[in-house]
């Protein structure tokens, strides 16, 4: 779910409030950089099967002005689970040689950073690392993974809290402006912006950390042990279907009427049980798996919501 950034910070964000430093620089403009990614998804392609597009936009399936259900069988549930905890034994050769980065696809991410970052100009704070984590760090990744790059920034003038109100916008900016317009041989990248690095993002045995700043390896990648249980994941993704459902359906009925903070309510607690498998049984539980299906099925839920929770406060602040 977006989060609101105070006014007064936007306003000093957009007057100049961070500059890009230590890690290589470019005066030539990037036509758009990137996309925030709050999260990573893998595993082995899963193509969505004859009537589904989990890649439509609410723009797309509101031209008949409804929002879209999702209409998944039980045996194309099996299916999508079957695909999302089958996987890849080497790096995505796309983005790897072995297990060394392509140098092109390290570099045009550096380059791109400091474009994004020298667009909103200024002084304060600076960009300490860029790193690369999730699936396509590991053997994890699938046809619809993003190459998630995290930026970690500092300042010794700007507030903590402010530092990450700053990082906050420059991601919704990058989400909102620049969404998938940058692709490294098919694969999106996707950047989040962060103030600190909360326990998210340090080391963690086994799970790939790679630092496009300096070219190396943080944490090497290793085959993650399976978690999951698949007629479990199949009956939670059953769960979280009907509630999305129920949902949409409601709002259809009086859009002006409902009550936007659902939207937000279902996509909090989707997000906190994939954190809970995370934290419990790492990338390969029942929860992250299932989480990362329902982003591949008839709709993807975890992103729709969002839209919809967008679409339904506009709808709100807008007149008859």
């Not at 039980?74 to 980065?101: C, R």
Request: glycine fraction near 8%; aromatic fraction near 8%; charged fraction near 25%.
């Amino acid at each position: 779910m977006k989060r609101a950034v105070p006014a007064v910070v936007a306003t000093a964000v957009l007057a100049g409030a961070l500059v890009a430093s230590g890690c290589g620089s470019s005066d030539s403009a990037s036509t758009d950089t990137t996309r925030a990614a709050a999260s990573a998804s893998g595993g082995m392609p899963y193509a969505a099967g004859a009537g589904e597009g989990p890649d439509r936009s609410l723009a797309e399936v509101n031209q008949s002005g409804a929002p879209p259900i999702a209409r998944d069988t039980d045996e194309q549930l099996k299916q999508a689970m079957v695909k999302i905890s089958t996987f890849p034994t080497v790096l995505d050769p796309k983005l790897w040689n072995g297990e060394e980065m392509k140098p092109d696809v390290r570099a045009n991410t550096i380059q791109n950073v400091n474009t994004l970052v020298k667009r909103l100009g200024g002084a304060g704070a600076k960009v300490d690392a860029i790193e690369l984590f999730g699936s396509n760090a590991s053997y994890e990744y699938d046809d619809k993974a993003d190459f998630g790059v995290h930026v970690f920034l500092s300042s010794p003038t700007v507030t903590p809290d402010n530092l990450n109100s700053l990082a906050k916008l420059l991601s919704n900016y990058t989400e909102l402006k620049q969404e998938g317009r940058i692709n490294y041989y098919g694969v999106p990248l996707e950047v989040t912006f962060h103030g600190k690095r909360g326990a998210s993002y340090q080391p963690k045995a086994g799970s790939g950390q790679y630092s496009l700043t300096t070219g190396q390896w943080i944490e090497k990648p290793t085959q993650q042990p399976n978690a999951f249980d698949r007629a479990t994941m199949v009956t939670d993704a059953r769960g979280f279907i009907t509630k999305y459902n129920a949902l949409v359906e409601e709002y259809a009925k009086n859009k002006k009427a409902f009550a936007c903070e659902k939207f937000g309510a279902l996509d909090d607690e989707m997000k906190a049980y994939r954190g809970a498998g995370l934290d419990a049984a790492g990338q390969r539980s029942t929860q992250n798996l299932t989480y990362r299906a329902l982003r591949r099925i008839s709709v993807n839920i975890p992103d729709m919501v969002d839209e919809l929770e967008d679409e339904c406060n506009y709808l709100k602040e807008s007149l008859p």
